[in-house]
């Protein structure tokens, strides 16, 4: 299939959400026209629109990747928010603990932390599954729940920050900071961090043994396993991949954006990242593009609330809007 | 023979999706006989008896009824006319009995009381009359399947049906009930009835049908009366120009010679006194023991749901036996994984290949590749060598003859049989030493088959050992050096070529032991 074939369902599902929510929109009593080019346009007119955007784009493609690469092997990881917080909180960990420690030492050891915290709250419903067929729907969802209240214990613990009106710890020592890349506005290098490790992924799923098996364990578990492959572990790795995944997206936003923990820093990239990888259809090699895109629209709902009065709700909506005409142009496409 | 039909089918066309079915298929059946629609795989025998029986629309055509034309919406329309179809996969209630299954769906005359008497007394008649004995107060999961068939024979002679269809309805029968099928049938066109007879065994065709229909590829070749036809003319129909049937194996006229192999030769495979029971401690393998010797084709046979699939999963080590001992080559691999034995020179082809073998969601390279992916030329370990898959897997499908767009195409795009060559291209694109082939041949049309008879025959020029377990005894007695019969999970007999008798197979199958 073309990639010309591949996007025309996008762009018309992209062009028919915007067409339907801009009904609503005129319906409001708002400019339609000053609307949409608010929308698609902050991002690209001020460098500072363009690194807002960029800074989105991390947790979004990270949080996307930690749904669609278990959807690769035919699992559903819906815990991405629980594994992104338990990486932050990890991450905040070690840059205070060992905050005198110089940046070669300190950062690599922020971010190691929170992975493997991340990892390891994947693991958790990993293992309920593999040991006692617990579905990873459910368990990933809870553990969420569980993260809440570990951030909040942190949060508003020993390294509370006295002077913030809100559950937030002490900053992390100067060594854990991810490096700039641009200094005003500011852009850190978390997003060279997130290009490669979705290149890696895409390498992985497509290119490498490991990788084909964690295709064909989602393909057909069943086939997969009469053929010589361990298909319970393969389902393991990829949850504990994305609890990875979401667990650098936690460290970046620590590291590279707040430089400290605040509870709700994990904003709503969850529920953005599943819209992302149902968007690209769990294909790997489409979540950044996608991600982009929900970041872009992201960044103009803020400013069209900032400057028309225009709810940014209205944007959630165009976002669902164009995840619901992708899966029917599919159903089209079937007929 | 000139009687009215009874039933006329018109210039009936069929498309699905992309595929023409049935092109313009016309058919005609009269009081009292026996007409055999004969085809094989993809022939559209099937398509237009669910098209008759209401299961499928048509496109266009028109069926007439004894001269008036008549509209099918179900196949409660068709009982409605008389028109009744026994399907190869039977839709019976397993827990309730033959009884209850008989007049499921029919009026009764104690409704409340749900007492069965009257009715039991027509079955009963019923039986009598054609000769289906069947105990009426059984449940149906404890009968083997011949005897399931003539429980739904006897539901469309409940209904007072007029025309009967039958869909393959010898596979999986021993040769004795398929004789007594005949038996049956028999009586029932006596009585007048109609009876079409679908099937792909020309054999079947000549002993027991009155007039033979042919198709290929969704069009009419030709209707023959039996004393017109033979075998040759048969054969030629069915295939037309594309096999060259003096090199056909499917159609070879005296079979494989007998096994040239040395008896003293090491065995390939050797299994002792293997056992298993499954999770709810059901025996389903009850101590097997064989040897198979380097280019040996060794044939399963038995009736389906005997522990033929239990056998090749225990000897593919997809699960290990509760007891007993496999040795692959002279070394002991009982407790061996699928995957270490893929390397060691074993090869799978399984029966339910949607379920068991086959990723739809995956490419057909991907799909090629499944099992071996770990193995050069394909893979380092590490990475996969997709350029050399790709080239392998063009010129796999240009070999196996796979109708697909390319090695990218999604597999879940492909035909039944389009996947079964898949399969084979797959298991028969490494060598191996043994071979385990479930059914291989299921779906295929006699083109393709013989290809696959041919392959597997090279394999044994090659010295290698091929275990063929197959429902079809027609198959393995034509290719098999020796042949044993399962059931309930034991073997209950090892026939060399020189003793093959599809009698006596027949008897092992029902489980009646040589008295010997």
């Known amino acids: 299939m073309t990639i010309a074939r591949k996007i025309t369902p996008y762009m018309i599902a992209i062009v028919a959400s915007f067409a339907a929510a801009g009904i609503f929109i005129a319906a409001m009593g708002f400019d339609v026209g000053r609307a949409y080019s608010t929308i698609l346009g902050t991002s690209f007119r001020t460098p500072n629109g363009f690194i807002q955007t960029l800074l989105k784009f991390i947790p979004l493609t990270l949080l996307a990747l930690a749904f669609t690469v278990p959807l690769t092997a035919g699992k559903f990881n819906i815990g991405g928010e629980g594994q992104m917080i338990m990486g ?64 909040d214990l942190v949060a508003t613990g020993p390294w ?7 559950p937030t710890t002490i900053p992390i020592g100067e060594g854990g900071f991810l490096p700039m890349l641009v200094s005003n506005p500011p852009l850190h290098s978390g997003l060279i961090l997130a290009v490669v490790v979705a290149a890696g ?22 086939a997969a396993q009469v053929y010589g492959i361990n298909v319970k572990r393969m389902f393991v790795f990829s949850l504990v991949l994305a609890g990875a995944l979401a667990g650098l997206a936690g460290v970046i936003e620590v590291a590279g954006v707040q430089h400290r923990l605040i509870e709700g820093m994990q904003s709503n990239f969850l529920v953005l990242g599943l819209i992302i990888g149902l968007i690209a ?41 164009v995840l619901l005409f992708v899966l029917l142009s599919d159903v089209v496409r079937r007929r | 023979m000139e009687k009215e039909p009874i039933l006329e089918l018109k210039e009936i066309c069929k498309t699905f999706t992309k595929t023409i079915a049935l092109d313009g298929v016309s058919f005609s059946l009269v009081p009292g006989e026996i007409h055999g629609l004969l085809g094989g795989n993809g022939a559209g025998k099937t398509t237009l008896m669910n098209i008759l029986y209401g299961l499928y629309r048509k496109d266009s055509g028109e069926i007439e009824l004894k001269g008036n034309k008549i509209d099918i919406h179900g196949p409660r329309d068709a009982i409605g006319y008389g028109i009744s179809m026994v399907h190869q996969h039977y839709l019976q209630i397993s827990n309730y009995t033959v009884i209850e299954n008989i007049v499921l769906g029919t009026d009764i005359d104690k409704r409340y009381t749900m007492k069965l008497d009257s009715e039991a007394a027509r079955v009963t008649e019923l039986c009598d009359r054609f000769g289906l004995q069947v105990d009426l107060n059984v449940t149906i999961d404890t009968l083997p399947i011949g005897t399931r068939q003539k429980v739904e ?25 398929v004789d007594s099928l005949f038996d049956s049938l028999r009586v029932m066109v006596d009585y007048g009835m109609s009876i079409v007879f679908i099937t792909h065994k020309l054999r079947e065709v000549l002993s027991v049908c009155d007039r033979i229909t042919v198709l290929r590829e969704g069009r009419n070749v030709t209707t023959l009366e039996r004393s017109q036809a033979s075998e040759e003319v048969l054969v030629r129909a069915m295939v037309g120009d594309q096999v060259n049937i003096e090199s056909s194996v499917y159609f070879a006229r005296d079979t494989q010679q007998g096994s040239e192999l040395e008896s003293d030769a090491k065995p390939v495979l050797a299994l002792q006194s293997v056992g298993l029971i499954s999770k709810d401690g059901i025996a389903r393998l009850k101590d097997v023991t064989f040897q198979m010797r380097p280019g040996e084709i060794f044939g399963i046979s038995g009736v389906a749901g005997n522990g033929q699939r239990e056998l090749a999963e225990c000897v593919t080590g997809i699960i290990p036996p509760t007891s007993g001992q496999i040795t692959l080559n002279g070394k002991d691999v009982t407790q061996t994984t699928i995957n270490e034995l893929l390397k060691l020179g074993i090869t799978y082809i399984p029966e339910d290949r949607l379920h068991d073998g086959f990723l739809p969601k995956g490419s057909v390279a991907q799909n090629l590749i499944l099992g071996y992916h770990r193995q050069p030329p394909y893979s380092d370990g590490r990475f996969i060598d997709w350029k050399t898959v790709y080239q392998r897997a063009n010129s796999l499908i ?16 492909l035909s039944g049989g389009n996947i079964q060559r898949v399969m084979i291209a797959r298991a028969f694109s490494m060598p191996s030493s043994l071979m385990v082939a479930h059914n291989p041949t299921r779906g295929l049309d006699i083109r393709s088959m013989d290809f696959v008879y041919q ?3 090279e394999r044994k020029k090659q010295t290698n050992a091929t275990l063929l377990i197959s429902e079809d005894l027609d198959e393995l007695l034509l290719m098999c050096d020796r042949i044993a019969v399962i059931y309930r999970g034991e073997i209950l007999g090892i026939l060399e070529r ?8 027949g008897r092992l199958m029902s489980g009646i032991k040589a008295e010997e």
């Open chain 2, 398 to 413: 240009r070999e196996y003859n796979i109708k697909t767009t390319g090695p990218d195409a999604p597999g879940g795009n």
């Open chain 2, 455 to 457: 392959k597997i025959l």
């Open chain 1, 201 to 222: 992924i895409y390498v992985y799923t497509t290119r490498t043994t490991s990788g084909y098996e964690l295709v064909a364990s989602g393909a057909n578990p069943r």
């Open chain 2, 153 to 177: 024979i006897l539901k469309a002679l409940y209904r007072r049906i007029k025309i009967l269809i039958l869909d393959e309805p010898t596979t999986n029968l021993t040769p004795q009930e």
């Open chain 1, 160 to 166: 509370r920050d006295p002077a913030a009106g809100h």
């Open chain 2, 498 to 505: 020189s003793q093959f008798d599809k009698y006596a197979i």
């Open chain 1, 281 to 321: 259809k769990g294909d790997n090699l489409a979540v950044p593009f996608v991600a982009l895109f929900i970041a872009v629209l992201e960044v103009g709902a803020s400013a069209m609330q900032r400057t028309m009065m225009i709810p940014v709700q209205m944007v959630f909506i165009v976002e669902a809007l």
């Open chain 1, 88 to 151: 932050a909180i990890a991450a905040s960990a070690a840059g205070i603990m060992f905050a005198h420690l110089p940046f070669y030492l300190l950062l690599p050891l922020v971010i190691l932390a929170g992975v493997i915290a991340g990892a390891l709250w994947g693991l958790v419903p990993a293992w309920l599954l593999y040991r006692f067929g617990l579905h990873e729907i459910l368990t990933t969802v809870l553990l969420n729940f569980v993260s809440f209240a570990v951030i």
